[in-house]
């Protein structure tokens, strides 16, 4: 299916109330269902390119996290794994699905490892892509220390300068689809504040940084939960920080490493849509086969 044709695809758009928010969510399609979450500061939308293709034959449920898009944040607003986790259970609950297939990418892969310790009934199987879990690394000192300096950053220098240097440690593709050098965040800096399209900024290194960061996923957990996993990452991404959390975590669990093309956050780039998501199929097909061995 053409990135045009996921445009006449029929959406059904509903919330449900978790926890005191309204979470907002769309469905698509019909067929074996499938949860996408997002990373931050990502909604539904980020999915637009890939969850109509995928809706020929799956049920594609897409969300907006509370606090993003069209759910609401109530102030003062925080960020927790687990209550992120229930959100997604409660989405799934009201979308009428028991049991989905989950796809996390970014902090929406550690929302999927959240769902597979502690909510796995409702877990078809897990595909999760570029974790920020740091702390499975062996150098997770090293870079809990440099985070632990852009946290300070935030609160002395301000957000927008704390996120240049965090998108610098994390080597993240925002720079029009490529990291930034040291070079571009230092000409940057001087000017941060008034950078447009950063708006989120304040809430993501004061707030949600942290938590996202210090978390650490259970594997011995999900894999006691019987929880079939698959990991990926991009092609761009296998020697920067989160491709190489994603490397871990497979080594660890022993489970199927896919390489999806393209950097963290391909799925959003029309260039690369189409390709990626036959590679989230691929990963799907991984998970079958695994679930097959199983039984």
């Known amino acids: 299916m053409s990135i045009q044709n996921t445009l006449t695809t029929d959406i059904r758009t509903d919330r449900v109330t978790a926890e005191g928010d309204e979470i907002v969510f769309d469905v698509r399609g019909d067929g ?22 995928l809706a020929t034959d799956h049920t594609v449920i897409t969300y907006d996290p509370r606090g993003f898009g069209r759910s609401t944040g109530r102030e003062p607003r925080r960020y927790e794994i687990g209550q992120q986790a229930r959100d ?23 929302v999927a490892l959240e769902l597979g310790k502690n909510i796995p009934d409702v877990v078809a199987g897990l595909v999760v892509h570029e974790p920020p879990v740091i702390r499975v ?6 870079l809990q220390t440099k985070i632990a300096e852009i946290y300070r950053t935030a609160w002395t220098e301000g ?26 965040v230092e000409a940057l800096r001087p000017n941060a504040d008034a950078m447009p399209g950063l708006e989120f900024a304040d809430f993501y290194v004061k707030y949600q ?15 006691g939960n019987g929880v079939n996993v698959v990991v990926g990452a991009g ?28 950097h ?10 189409g390709a990626w998501t036959e590679t989230l199929r691929k990963a799907l097909a991984a998970l079958g086969e695994a679930s097959t061995k199983e039984s």
Do not use: C, W
Request: charged share 15%; aromatic share 8%.
């Open 137 to 142: 690394l062996p150098d997770a000192g090293e």
């Open 264 to 273: 963290h956050g391909s799925h959003t780039d029309p260039a690369t849509a």
């Open 159 to 184: 957000p927008k300068q704390g996120f240049l240097d965090f998108l610098l440690l994390s080597q993240l593709p925002f720079n029009a689809g490529k990291p930034f050098t040291q070079a571009e």
């Open 235 to 262: 092609a761009l991404s296998l020697g920067l920080p989160f491709g190489r959390t994603s490397r871990r975590i497979a080594d660890e669990l022993g489970v199927p490493f896919v390489t999806f093309p393209g």
């Open 32 to 53: 074996a269902p499938i949860v996408l979450l997002p990373g931050t500061p990502g909604d539904a939308s980020v999915y637009s390119l890939v969850a109509g293709p």
């Open 88 to 110: 997604v259970a409660a989405v799934l609950q009201a979308a009428g699905v028991e049991r989905a297939t989950v796809f996390g990418n970014s902090a929406g892969a550690e």
């Open 209 to 223: 940084m942290l938590p996202l960061t210090n978390y650490k996923p259970d594997l011995a957990a999900i894999a």
